[in-house]
């Protein structure tokens, strides 16, 4: 692990905009999806997490999401979060990009979030288009297996993207914007699989900008980066902040 390296990346090309994926919540306990034992190795994500599954069988997708819910309501943010949060607030990150739905990146204190594929903040009336916040949709999933809109009885549906279902446009937009101008793109826990979003670097090093990888196991950039680190980010970037913070130290 080099973090002195990584330190010095980010504090002398700004602005940095990370990008994080499964990986960086891994360590509060959340599964990832595609690594062999991850989440996609036991369930078909076309049967319980794409869009024509949910059209065709919606308590069937509640009966999968109801569980991951819970946990994802239980876990706590953990030391790659709180880093990243500590960083930005030292003006040293402009904007985290992430791929996850659990609000852990909130949770430890980021503003700057650009959440591409939504997440379980609220849920959504397919019916009457209403909206529920996350606590809502807790307590209706803890006497029924799919919640029930309150203003007229469809179920409702998370507000994360499902497989077969388009990015929001302004968000999406929104990380292209950022990775364009960004000096140093940070990959945090993403082995850059899934498109649009495994796009964005190519929008930095096309920019003229850098990149960095924190990541377990290889990816497609791996080669193009200035760095690429494999332990594991609450080790690498708790050391970076700790670095970079004077609070931290």
Not at 167 to 174: K, T
Request: one cysteine or more; hydrophobic letters at 45%.
């Amino acid at each position: 692990m080099d973090a002195s390296a990584l330190a010095r990346l980010i504090r002398t090309h700004q602005p940095c905009v990370v990008l994080t994926g499964a990986g960086v919540s891994t360590e509060s306990g959340i599964p990832d999806f595609r690594s062999p034992t991850g989440l996609w190795a036991e369930f078909d994500p076309l049967e319980y997490a794409s869009l024509p599954a949910f059209r065709a069988d919606p308590a069937k997708v509640w009966r999968f999401y109801k569980p991951r819910i819970a946990m994802l309501t239980e876990a706590e943010p953990n030391t790659a979060h709180r880093a990243l949060a500590a960083l930005e607030q030292a003006g040293l990150v402009e904007a985290v990009v992430t791929q996850n739905i659990d609000l852990l990146h909130e949770r430890a204190g980021s503003r700057k979030l650009v959440e591409v594929h939504g997440s379980i903040r609220t849920a959504s009336c397919p019916a009457c288009g209403a909206s529920h916040p996350r606590h809502e949709v807790v307590a209706l999933l803890e006497v029924a297996d799919a919640p029930a809109c309150k203003q007229c009885g469809a179920i409702l549906k998370p507000d994360v993207v499902f497989f077969g279902e388009l990015l929001p446009g302004e968000v999406i937009d929104r990380a292209f914007e950022l990775a364009r101008r960004a000096r140093l793109l940070l990959v945090v826990g993403s082995a850059l699989e899934v498109y649009p979003v495994a796009a964005l670097p190519e929008q930095t090093l096309a920019g003229g900008g850098r990149l960095a990888i924190v990541n377990k196991g290889p990816t497609p950039y791996d080669g193009r980066a200035d760095l690429k680190l494999e332990g594991n980010a609450g080790e690498v970037l708790g050391a970076v902040a700790a670095e970079l913070v004077p609070s931290l130290r």
